[in-house]
Structures are given as C-alpha cells and as structure tokens.
C-alpha cells in the first residue's frame, strides 16, 4: 500500500517568506498532484508532474523520482496564501483514482 | 471552474436511514468518483466510474454504494447511515483516468449523521 506522507503538517510563516512544503510516498508513481483546500473548503488542482519542475505564478513545483519526493515553493508568500496545501499520487494507468497526503495548513501571517 | 455541482451541500440525519449524495457535472467528462474527508485522515476514495454503468470499489467503500445511469450524474447512496459516516464528500471528475488524469473537485458535501 502507497503511502503519501507531508511535511511538516502546520506551518506559520511571515508576509515574504520563502515556504516549503515536502510530500514522500513510497511506490513507484505515475504522477503526482498538489492540490490547495480553500478555508471555506473548496479543492484547486496546483500542479501535475510526472518529473522535473513545473511553475506557475510564485508557486513552483519539483519531483525527484528516484528519491520518491516532491517539494511545494511558494515565493514571497502571501496572506491569500493561507490553506491546506495536499499531495496526491497516482499509481499505475488504472482509473482508480488518487492516494493522498493528510495535507500541509499553511498560515501566512501578515 | 469546472461545472460541478455536489447536492445538498449539507445534510444532518439520524442512524439507520437511507442518504443519497448527488454529483451533477457539465464537461462531459468520461471518469468520476466519490472521496470522503475526515480530520486525521487524506481523502480517501469510496467508489469510482469510468462511464455509465461502469463502477467499481475504492479504498472505504463498505456501507455505500454507487449508481451511473448518465454521463452527467455520480450517485452516492448510504443505505442505513451511521454516525461513522459522518465526514465530507467530494465528488471529483476527470477527463482521463490515466496517469494523466488531472481531477477537478465539486465544492462537498457535510453530512452529519446523528
């Protein structure tokens, strides 16, 4: 069984800051997902990466797939910032769907 | 935003009766499925389908089941609800279900179960 862990799980941070956040799973994937859950609860696909680098904006998203992790950046972070930031990971061609991380809240005070 | 709309938003019942969730979607999107959320826990998938009358288990599917009987609808039924099932559901649709298969969500579902 896949399992998709993040870190760290809370994370406050001031206007500006450089934030990371860290997803590790431990099969072999087809693709991983980011994904932001709004306060009022809504969910927004980010980014989806087989490899490499992928940004948009001041987000930027990294795999490495021999090591079996992926990192979130955001640059020169934001109040609007602020949710529940979760990786997800899809195993194989099958259409079963997506594993995921219990998410990373981020906190960005001003 | 991707037209998908999740009814009701919010429901509160009591143990032992029947609860249907609908998802309604209008992208014509072949693939669908049901995640429940829960504090602790990630999203995890109860069921799937990958087109009218195709449907198959996920990850926490006892209790529930599923009905397609159109493109446009995903139908989740509890059939005796406990308060176990308690939780948000979202609905999500994909165009592709494989490795390419980037999933828009519905807005959720709160169901409580008393």
């Known amino acids: 069984k896949n399992e998709v862990e993040q870190s760290p799980q809370n994370l406050t941070a001031q206007e500006g800051e450089f934030i990371t956040i860290n997803c590790s799973y431990s099969?072999?994937?087809?693709?991983l997902h980011w994904l932001q859950q709004h306060p009022g609860g809504g969910i927004v696909s980010l980014f989806m990466l087989s490899s490499g680098k992928k940004k948009h904006g001041r987000l930027i998203a990294t795999i490495n797939i021999q090591e079996k992790h992926s990192s979130l950046h955001i640059t020169a972070s934001h109040p609007r910032d602020s949710a529940v930031y979760i990786c997800?990971?899809?195993?194989?061609?099958?259409?079963?769907?997506?594993?995921f991380g219990k998410g990373t809240h981020l906190i960005i005070q001003p | 935003d991707a037209g998908i709309t999740q009814s009701p938003r919010h429901k509160v019942t009591e143990t032992g009766t029947p609860v249907t969730l609908r998802c309604h979607q209008t992208e014509n999107h072949r693939y669908m499925y049901w995640y429940r959320q829960d504090p602790g826990h990630g999203l995890r998938l109860i069921h799937y389908?990958?087109?009218?009358?195709?449907?198959d288990k996920g990850e926490v599917s006892d209790g529930y089941s599923v009905s397609r009987s159109k493109t446009e609808d995903f139908l989740l039924t509890l059939e005796s609800a406990t308060s176990s099932q308690t939780s948000v559901y979202f609905c999500a649709i994909s165009e592709r279900g494989d490795y390419n298969n980037e999933q828009f969500f519905g807005p959720g579902t709160r169901l409580t179960v008393l």
């Open positions: 997800a990971v899809k195993i194989g061609g099958g259409a079963d769907g997506l594993t």
């Open positions: 099969v072999g994937i087809s693709a």
């Open positions: 389908s990958y087109g009218v009358k195709d449907t």
